[in-house]
């Protein structure tokens, strides 16, 4: 991968980059995130790039980024783009571009002044997002929000009216394996600072032992930190082959037709499934299922938890997560107060620390002050007579 830096000027007076990579395509950014490399160009085909697709860009270590859909299409403030610029990756939206047809995966290309170029070809000019406009353009929609809000509100209302069963409580659930039953369940989903919030959630993981679901990709999330999930629900197009074969019960969410996308993958791999069809999003199935089951408890790790989290994941289905959190609100607990509220138990290596330094400390007094040679010899004399040991 090379880097080259240019003497033209952005529109915000800093200097502009070219970059140069390996090019990788995917349509479906939670799925190109798999298999991208440091030093690689995404070109991907994403409206309204998401907080989460977001920071997975970053962390693959891309040096640039090629959307064939407009990053930001202006109706509410995703913080996708932002996340991207900020951490000195080039984006350039070249919405309506062929690139997916006249490209291929592992073409080098060359990204400069918001144009892409093969060798010496220029394949699409589109708009190089700058930082401080991105920025501008972010806090201006952040003001505009209310069209945003009125849109959310009004499909709010009409998934309550088409799926009152499913929010009332009247889903068909098949008997599971795994009991949940006056326990506390913890459910990953790949979203908003998973990794970190799971990592906080270590202690607490390791004193209460809940039952650990993941959902899609979150069953990697918790493999990943050397957890193995109890459950893995979702229609298993983002959990890896690994983790489905970890041992974990899984559950497919099917539409309410029937169709269930994630069955044939895992007839394929010759593993036993249980289905569930029911609308809403994999992750409400997950909680409905904890809820219906009498989990004492539910703690979300990466799942949505504030209005903007919800226009940013931009899905009408964000419609039956706010509702799902409604119904059962007085169990649901996000990890982040999970973390800063629970304390810690101290483990048994503190404790045999503390012990093996109080003997050793005894030990010492006892060898300087030869007073205490008798009191020794003696306090050693009853030790072997409670324990049966002859001299």
């Keep these: 991968m090379a880097v080259t830096s240019t003497t ?10 070219e970059v140069e990579g390996i090019a990788r395509l995917g349509k479906r950014t939670k799925h190109l995130v798999k298999r991208l490399r440091p030093g690689e160009i995404a070109v991907i085909d994403h409206l309204d790039l998401d907080r989460v697709s977001g ?13 064939c859909k407009p990053s930001s299409s202006g109706g509410y403030p995703n913080m996708g783009p932002l996340l991207v610029v900020q951490s000195g ?3 350039i939206d070249v919405p309506g571009a062929s690139l997916f047809e006249t490209l291929r995966d592992g073409d080098r290309i060359v990204l400069r002044d918001g144009e892409v170029w093969r060798r010496g070809e220029l394949l699409a000019s589109g708009e190089l997002q700058e930082p401080a406009r991105v920025q501008r353009q972010t806090e201006q929609r952040r003001e505009e929000i209310g069209d945003a809000l009125e849109a959310f509100a009004a499909n709010t209302v009409r998934y309550m009216v088409e799926e009152r069963d499913l929010l009332s409580g009247k889903i068909e659930l098949p008997r599971f394996d795994t009991d949940v039953h006056e326990k506390p369940v913890l459910i990953v989903v790949r979203g908003v600072d998973h990794k970190r919030d799971l990592r906080a959630l270590r202690p607490y993981i390791r ?14 999330a918790l493999l990943e930190e050397g957890f193995r999930p109890d459950m893995i629900v979702g229609d298993m197009d983002s959990a890896t082959d690994a983790a489905l074969r970890c041992g974990a ?3 497919v969410h099917a539409y309410p037709d029937g169709r269930a996308p ?3 993958h895992l007839e394929a791999l010759g593993l036993d499934y249980k289905l569930v069809p029911a609308p809403g999003t994999s992750q409400d199935i997950a909680m409905l299922i ?24 931009n899905r009408s289905g964000m419609a039956s997560t706010f509702l799902t959190r409604l119904r059962i609100g007085e169990i649901l607990v996000d990890a982040k107060g999970v973390s800063r509220l629970y304390r810690p138990q101290p483990g048994l290596a503190p404790v045999l620390l503390l012990l093996g330094v109080g003997l050793v400390a005894l030990v010492v007094v006892v060898l300087a002050t030869p007073a205490l040679y008798d009191v020794a010899d003696l306090l050693w004399l009853k030790l072997q007579v409670l324990l049966g040991i002859s001299a």
């Design 89 to 91: 990756i080039q984006l």
């Design 290 to 313: 904890a809820a219906e089951k009498g989990a004492q408890l539910i703690v979300s790790v990466g799942s949505h938890f504030n209005l903007v989290e919800f226009l940013d994941k």
């Design 55 to 67: 920071e997975d860009l970053v962390s693959c270590g891309v040096v640039g980024v090629v959307n």
């Design 207 to 220: 004193d209460v032992r809940p039952v650990l679901v993941g959902v899609d990709g979150g069953a990697d």
């Design 249 to 251: 019960e899984l559950v």
């Design 262 to 264: 994630g069955r044939e």
């Design 8 to 17: 033209a000027s952005s529109a915000d007076g800093g200097a502009r980059r």
